[in-house]
């Protein structure tokens, strides 16, 4: 069964240095709590170019970004054990800083177990 599911996270950091943050693979490990290594062959995303993540546990998830689109928005997708996800990222300024918004689907089970992980790393993406 596959499932889409959105969320929305705002923060004070600006939009700018979020959207790096995002842009640039190697800083993930800085906000993402369940990425602890990444490889990927660019300095930045870049439509077409593969990937791989690593866990706490040092379990490799393959992925691909799809599209990078300016001015900050990006999509890719994810595949390990069998199941593979689509995300879709954007990020926004607002007043106060930053509001960053995903949109995810497949597998139902995959995405609900996911989402919990991604508010906790959003939430450090855009905070101060």
């Known amino acids: 069964m596959t499932l889409r599911r959105s969320l929305e996270v705002v923060g004070p950091r600006p939009a ?9 693979p190697e800083r993930w ?4 709590p369940q990425i602890r290594a990444v490889d990927y062959p660019e300095a930045v995303l870049r439509a077409g170019v593969s990937g791989t993540v690593r866990g ?5 998830v393959r992925f691909r970004v799809l599209t990078v ?6 999509s890719w997708v ?8 689509t995300l879709w990222h954007t990020v926004e300024a607002t007043e106060r800083g930053t509001r960053t918004l995903l949109a995810i689907e497949g597998f139902a089970p ?15 993406l855009v905070s101060g």
Request: hydrophobic content about 50%.
């Open 110 to 124: 995959a995405v609900l177990l996911y989402l919990p992980a991604a508010r906790i790393a959003l939430g450090k």
């Open 56 to 60: 706490p546990l040092g379990f490799p």
């Open 69 to 74: 689109t300016p001015p900050r928005a990006w």
């Open 16 to 24: 700018d240095d979020v959207w790096d943050r995002y842009a640039r």
């Open 29 to 32: 490990p800085e906000w993402s």
């Open 78 to 85: 994810v595949s390990a054990a069998g199941v593979r996800l």
